[in-house]
């Protein structure tokens, strides 16, 4: 079992930044890959990033490309999103999500995950 607790979230202005963070325990961290969603209101949730259990390996969805950096830092059990040049339209609840097995490659279904946090939230006012 792994527990995730995400933070970081809050609200700022089109053009800010913010970073969410992704404590893990329970389990070997560097054992999981690991991802974020988020989810608007009356949206499907959607993918947002992915990283494999090394670092190597990241995918982000097209969206939020050159403005949001994924990164993890195993020695401290954290998965991070730096998110800039954030917009309204990035409003939403984000969850992050671990998936067990050193793979080489970054999962971007959220069916491929296996725990999930309980979300933060991200408010963008225009």
């Known amino acids: 079992q792994v527990q995730l607790v995400e933070s970081g979230g809050g609200l700022v202005q089109a053009g800010g930044s913010l970073r969410l963070s992704c404590a893990a325990s329970g389990r070997t961290f560097s054992n999981y890959a690991m991802g974020w969603f988020r989810q608007a209101p009356g949206k499907e949730r959607e993918f947002v990033a992915a990283i494999n259990w090394s670092g190597g390996s990241i995918s982000y969805v097209d969206s939020v490309k050159g403005r949001f950096t994924i990164s993890r830092d195993n020695a401290k059990n954290t998965v991070y999103l730096q998110m800039n040049s954030l917009k309204p339209e990035d409003t939403a609840v984000y969850y992050c999500?671990?998936?067990?097995?050193?793979?080489?490659?970054?999962?971007?279904?959220?069916?491929?995950?296996?725990?999930w946090g309980q979300g933060t939230q991200v408010t963008v006012s225009s």
């Open positions: 999500a671990a998936y067990y097995g050193r793979y080489s490659r970054a999962f971007l279904a959220d069916k491929d995950y296996d725990y």
